[in-house]
């Protein structure tokens, strides 16, 4: 019940496509959902998130669309850009005395020239 | 540059034996996070402190523990080592003490155990 399960594991995209990850949960009081965004020797960092009161959320060429009903969100990420290459982790959680995020294992985006 | 620093970068220690890892949060931060990284389970939450003390508790395993200081720099100390805890271990730190889920992480590098 708490997993978050991540798809695909890895992408290859070119210059200027739209890179799609997919994410699906379980845990339905689950009632955050971040992108984190990592690069080669570096931490996660927060990308966007999306709480789901809301069915979709853009930040720049960033956008999560959320399908509550289907218990799955995703990551779209217009005109992609080599500088896009990393690994993307989708998670979910929710609050109280124990809240934390639960990860989905990541996805590896190549942005090709 | 997340602001968190984790230190020592690489660590190479032999089964059986005894580490620890620092972590200096962000100017501000109260809060510690740490999260363990491996290939097969992915990013993991172990534990959070605020303020200097326990605040949530994920997978964290009875050999493994961690405290923040009043300086609210956060050391996790891992005991009896297994092949299974190489990983890379994380830090992340944020403002409040909410939890993950209502907090902005700010992650540091990481500290790449290697358990031979």
């Known amino acids: 019940q708490q997993q978050v399960k991540q798809s695909p594991q890895s992408l290859i995209v070119q210059k200027g496509g739209i890179s799609i990850i997919n994410c699906a949960y379980e845990n339905t009081a689950f009632d955050y959902f971040p992108w984190y965004q990592q690069f080669p020797g570096k931490g996660p960092a927060l990308l966007i998130a999306i709480r789901p009161d809301v069915s979709e959320k853009k930040e720049g060429r960033f956008t999560i669309s959320f399908n509550k009903s289907a218990k799955q969100f995703s990551l779209h990420i217009m005109d992609s850009q080599p500088g896009d290459s990393a690994t993307y982790f989708c998670?979910?959680?929710?609050?109280?005395?124990?809240?934390?995020?639960?990860f989905g294992k990541g996805t590896k985006l190549s942005v090709k020239p | 540059d997340s602001g968190v620093t984790q230190t020592p970068k690489h660590l190479i220690t032999a089964t059986g034996q005894r580490v620890t890892l620092r972590c200096s949060p962000r100017s501000g931060d109260l809060s510690v996070y740490w999260y363990q990284q491996s290939l097969d389970q992915g990013l993991q939450f172990l534990i959070q402190y605020y303020n200097g003390e326990e605040r949530a508790k994920g997978n964290i395993l009875e050999r493994f523990s961690a405290q923040q200081f009043p300086d609210l720099h956060s050391e996790l100390n891992l005991s009896s080592l297994e092949l299974g805890d190489s990983a890379l271990y994380f830090c992340a730190s944020s403002v409040g003490p909410q939890t993950a889920t209502n907090e902005k992480l700010f992650f540091g590098s990481g500290t790449q155990l290697s358990v031979l």
């Open positions: 998670a979910g959680g929710y609050g109280g005395s124990q809240g934390n995020l639960i």
